[in-house]
């Protein structure tokens, strides 16, 4: 019985850790050491660390004379085995050690330094990674922003070419004038087709009286003569 230790390189598991917001634990196994055996039988079995590594961290393992493992121990520089380490992502793809155990320790004893170290870290840790969250988002609200003002811009400068390319007649060529007040009185004042028509009548009919007298004063004369 041991913890879970994902079988994929450092980089890999820390990208794993990040996305589950969590730290990850780091052994460095060297099996030469006399203090290894002890530690793996008695700590690293423990169900009490086997449980609260499970559930709190996410671990990465390694021997630490070849591979990643011997990468790793260059840069922690362990002057003691068997190493443990609590690593946190930093910006980039750097990291940052938050706590390193070196030599024998008890189960008690480990599980009380990682609830230490998740109980200090964490709250800073979320913080971080809050903040650098809304970082991204300020970042791609600015570059969508830009984008905007950017097509707005080339599509302003497009019309304006178009109009440009336009021929002469249709550059020059205005809106139709709308009547002014002047011609819609004088419109107002020609007689309607139906007022027409009554204006014609009565002028008939004048021209027939006045035929009619003309016509009885001739009579009137005639009977005078006789």
């Not at 990291?95 to 480990?110: D, F, H, K, N, Y």
């Not at 011609?183 to 035929?211: A, C, D, F, I, S």
């Not at 009619?212 to 001739?218: D, H, T, Y």
Request: aromatic letters at 8%.
């Amino acid at each position: 019985m041991h913890p879970f230790f994902y079988a994929c390189h450092f980089i890999e598991t820390l990208k794993i850790a990040e996305d589950e917001h969590k730290f990850l634990f780091m052994y460095l196994h060297s099996p030469e050491h006399p203090f290894t055996p002890s530690f793996c039988r008695e700590t690293l079995s423990s169900e009490l660390v086997v449980q609260f590594l499970d559930a709190n961290f996410v671990s990465w393992g390694a021997l630490a004379d070849r591979g990643e493992g011997l990468q790793m121990a260059a840069t922690m520089n362990p002057s003691c085995f068997p190493f443990c380490a609590v690593i946190a992502p930093a910006p980039g793809e750097s990291i940052a050690v938050l706590r390193q155990m070196e030599g024998p320790i008890s189960p008690t004893e480990l599980v009380g330094i990682l609830q230490r170290t998740v109980e200090e870290q964490g709250s800073a840790f979320r913080s971080s990674k809050v903040k650098q969250a809304e970082a991204i988002i300020a970042d791609r609200r600015l570059r969508e922003e830009q984008d905007a003002a950017y097509l707005a811009a080339l599509q302003i400068d497009k019309e304006k070419e178009r109009k440009k390319n336009l021929p002469p007649a249709d550059r020059a060529q205005k809106p139709a004038e709308a009547p002014t007040k002047a011609k819609n009185e004088r419109l107002q004042n020609y007689p309607t087709k139906q007022q027409y028509g009554k204006t014609k009548e009565v002028l008939v009919q004048e021209k027939l009286n006045t035929r009619r007298l003309k016509i009885r004063g001739r009579i009137l004369r005639l009977l005078h003569r006789y």
